[in-house]
């Protein structure tokens, strides 16, 4: 018969695979005041504790229990609890921004796994999939589309080959949102359709969560608003069912859905749920706890009220001052101080506002790069070669499209190389005004509306150039 420290883990997991985190949490604080624990115990403690504060976002505190059933495995000298120990890890660093930490543990899991000899070929296989998983998931956020999918089809492939409905739910997410980013949405909403379906099979509410809202921002990409929003919404109520750390990151969705379709009484109601939610999560390492005051600097962004986007301009600068932000959300920072300083570059034809432009997209730049997003980096290189036309630097303007167009087909970003060949064309065609303009020194307001800056601007800011507060936005 189980013993009673048993019987409570056995409990705890049951309660964690229904989604009940909370009932899982307050069985194991329980226990470890009660009982004292086995090596072997305290290992499976310590990793189903950390794994529970993942689950709930609390990323700090589950890194620090994944850390101890890291130690005690070594200690127990059992390799398999080691590797799944890496992986807690893996996913703990990759929801939380730090790819860099990601990359390194996923080849610290390979090189275990090669060496693992008390593993079966089934084994062996569900651990190679979960790892060409984690690959994917890891090469989409950092905009090497080819790689990722590379890795999501063996993945898919593997688990094919085993019939394990948990690896197929996972590499078919992780392949919707790739398919999604390349424009493929056909194919895109057939995987999201899947993961869905096997997810209400094996009543995972999270992953639940995560393809209804997948489902929608595809629809979003499609125009079909509606649909877009039946989803998300859908979504939000299973979030608010499990208390999932996932709310704010719906609630910003949809909050900038409706921002999108001019409900703003709705995005008002999205931002007041997201304060209510935060300010009961008392832990400043929850995942999410910052979105409240970028949504709420979108929301003061689309007011007429001069007085109202000036606090919105503030409140994305100090996002930029933030050490502790991650590079998603000074993307959103940034992109918006560009659209907020050419609105009024627009109406006070102010030539120096530019110099304030130029410096946010070259900080723009700078993440990019070192983020090793490609897609963000061909997307500012189109910007600033629009920007270029503001000032008459028309082949400057020219040799950005051409960097832009040259990332594109390097990276297989089919559509966006096909809207760099008519922005290419488009210029061409357009030669004689640009001239004209110059010559009669046109204000700059009729420059920005040549050279649709603010569509391009618009395209960057519905776009989503990270995974961290998803990652957790797209692949959640």
């Known amino acids: 018969m189980l013993n009673l420290k048993a019987k409570e883990l056995t409990r705890a997991k049951q309660l964690m695979r229904e989604s009940k985190f909370v009932e899982a949490l307050q069985i194991l604080n329980e226990l470890e005041k009660k009982e004292v624990l086995s090596l072997q115990e305290q290992f499976d403690y310590h990793h189903l504790k950390g794994s529970l504060l993942f689950e709930q976002g609390f990323m700090d505190e589950a890194l620090k229990y994944a850390e101890l059933a890291y130690n005690e495995s070594r200690k127990l000298k059992n390799n398999l609890l080691t590797l799944d ?118 009543n995972d509410k999270q992953q639940i969560i995560g393809a209804l809202n997948n489902i929608g921002t595809v629809f979003r990409d499609l125009g079909d608003l509606n649909q877009a929003m039946k989803y998300i919404k859908q979504s939000l109520i299973l979030c608010n069912e499990i208390k999932s750390f996932k709310t704010p990151a719906i609630l910003d969705t949809l909050c900038r859905l409706a921002i999108e379709t001019d409900s703003f009484d709705t995005a008002q109601e999205c931002l007041d749920s997201m304060k209510v939610f935060t300010n009961q999560r008392d832990k400043k390492n929850l995942l999410g706890y910052d979105i409240y005051n970028l949504s709420k600097a979108l929301v003061l962004k689309q007011s007429p009220n001069d007085v109202e986007r000036l606090k919105a301009k503030e409140l994305f600068k100090k996002e930029l001052e933030k050490e502790e932000a991650d590079f998603e959300s000074k993307i959103v920072a940034l992109l918006n101080l560009c659209a907020l300083n050419l609105r009024e570059l627009h109406q006070t034809n102010n030539i120096k506002i530019l110099d304030d432009i130029n410096l946010y997209i070259q900080q723009t730049l700078n993440i990019a790069k070192e983020q090793k997003s490609y897609l963000l980096l061909a997307e500012t290189h189109l910007l600033q070669a629009k920007l270029k036309l503001l000032i008459f630097e028309l082949k400057e303007a020219q040799k950005l499209l051409i960097t832009a167009q040259d990332i594109g087909k390097k990276y297989d970003l089919a559509l966006l190389v096909d809207r760099i060949n008519k922005e290419q064309d488009e210029l061409v065609n357009e030669m004689g005004k640009w001239e004209k303009m110059r010559n009669s020194k046109a204000i700059m307001s009729e420059r920005i509306d040549l050279a649709h800056i603010e569509v391009q601007l618009n395209r960057m800011l519905k776009k989503r150039f990270s995974l961290k507060g998803a990652n957790i936005n797209q692949i959640i």
Do not use: P
Not at 154 to 168: M, T
Not at 178 to 198: C, P, T, V
């Open 85 to 202: 120990t890496i992986f807690t890890k893996i996913n703990i660093f990759r929801y939380s921004g730090r790819r860099i930490d990601a990359l390194k543990n996923i080849n610290k899991a390979e090189e275990l796994l090669n060496i693992l000899n008390q593993i079966s070929s089934i084994q062996f296989k569900e651990k190679k999939a979960y790892i060409r998983y984690l690959k994917s998931f890891i090469y989409y956020q950092e905009g090497d589309l080819n790689k990722a999918i590379k890795h999501g089809q063996k993945g898919l492939q593997l688990a094919n080959e085993l019939n394990n409905k948990r690896l197929i739910m996972l590499n078919v997410g992780c392949l919707a949102t790739i398919h999604s980013w390349k424009g493929e949405f056909d194919i895109a909403q057939k995987y999201n359709k899947q993961r869905l379906k096997i997810a209400k099979d094996l």
